[in-house]
């Protein structure tokens, strides 16, 4: 596609369920971010993908935070045992090298009731 | 490690000028401009990859002093269109990509 896409938009789940996040990036970027935004804040650096390398997951939260990008393309975002803190958009972004200009998705917006 | 922007808000009437500051306590590799409208996502605004670089892009331009590791955005003669949050960005160590405090812009008629 001509963006990157965000799937799903919207996720609601029940305190302490799995969630899946997926991120389908612009073809041919090398790059790809995932960043967590709370209502009222700036997005929050999670973590960074060269291709298929997890280069940096210094920002993920928890280690209930795990992510990856098997193929060098489309990547996922999973959240084990959610609780309510987790409540945000998060937000994925693609470049065609690192430091270069981000195109980010729609986002998910995720609510843990 | 997160730069810090001043104002915090601003509100504008159609035509008047403004400047948005980032400033790091971090050595400045690149920054980035990005402008988020409420409900939508961050989209970019422009790079500056060097010390001293100042950018242009309509009425929207961009200054870089990597010695007093600050970036400043101009919008000059604003539009409606301009109203949002306005965020810098910079690399830091490694590969982390911190996005600044924000910066909401209001324009109105």
């Known amino acids: 596609g001509a963006g990157v896409s965000q799937s799903p938009r919207y996720k609601v789940a029940k305190r302490g369920q799995d969630v899946a996040l997926r991120c389908d990036p612009i073809s041919g970027h090398v790059s790809l971010f995932w960043y967590q935004q709370a209502l009222g804040q700036g997005p929050e650096f999670l973590t960074y993908f060269q291709n298929e390398a997890q280069l940096d997951k210094s920002g993920l939260p928890s280690d209930r935070f795990f992510a990856e990008r098997p193929e060098g393309s489309v990547s996922t975002l999973k959240i084990q045992r959610t609780q309510q803190e987790d409540s945000a958009v998060y937000l994925c972004a693609s470049s065609q090298q690192g430091g270069q200009p981000q195109h980010f998705g729609d986002g998910t917006r995720l609510s843990i009731l | ?109």
């Open chain 2, 1 to 109: 490690q997160q730069p810090v922007q001043s104002p915090q808000a601003v509100i504008l009437r159609e035509g008047e000028d403004a400047v948005i500051n980032c400033s790091s306590s971090k050595a400045l590799y690149s920054v980035h401009w990005y402008r988020q409208k409420h409900g939508e996502a961050p989209v970019f605004l422009m790079i500056l990859l060097k010390g001293g670089e100042q950018k242009g892009h309509d009425k929207i331009s961009a200054s870089f002093n990597e010695k007093k590791q600050q970036s400043s955005l101009y919008l000059t003669a604003s539009q409606l269109s301009y109203s949002g949050t306005y965020f810098c960005g910079t690399a830091q160590t490694g590969n982390q990509f911190y996005f600044g405090t924000g910066t909401s812009l209001t324009v109105i008629p």
